[in-house]
């Protein structure tokens, strides 16, 4: 399975993205996904998690409200839908399973809020 991320970009604050993790094969395997985030400077992050039928989400304090995790099994891709967006959340953007597996990671996607 190899995990490509998109839809990220340049907003400014208080705008939204929608990322999107599209999967090579089925994920549907893996019970646990998420997104993770890696700012220059900082330790990686987790941002959220969702379980493989999407029946259990969890969210990270800093973006909980904000972002939204959801997955579509059919079409084997995850989505993070972020709103409010702060220039704290400018970061790449990775998807991968929890716990992490290395052979898993992606280019991720550049997210970057202007204040």
């Known amino acids: 399975v190899q995990l490509v991320e998109s839809g990220g970009g340049l907003v400014q604050a208080g705008g939204s993205l929608r990322l999107s993790c599209a999967a090579s094969?089925?994920?549907?395997?893996?019970?646990?996904m998420g997104w993770y985030r890696q700012a220059p400077g900082k330790q990686r992050e987790l941002v959220a998690t969702?379980?493989?039928?999407?029946?259990?989400?969890n969210y990270a304090t800093f973006v909980k409200g904000r972002f939204t995790i959801s997955r579509d099994n059919a079409k084997n891709t995850m989505y993070l839908q972020m709103n409010s967006l702060k220039p704290g959340d400018t970061a790449v953007y990775h998807c991968?399973?929890?716990?992490?597996?290395?052979?898993?990671w992606g280019q991720g996607t550049q997210v970057t809020v202007s204040s």
């Open positions: 094969g089925s994920t549907a395997s893996i019970n646990v």
């Open positions: 969702i379980t493989s039928g999407g029946g259990s989400t």
């Open positions: 991968n399973a929890v716990p992490i597996r290395p052979g898993l």
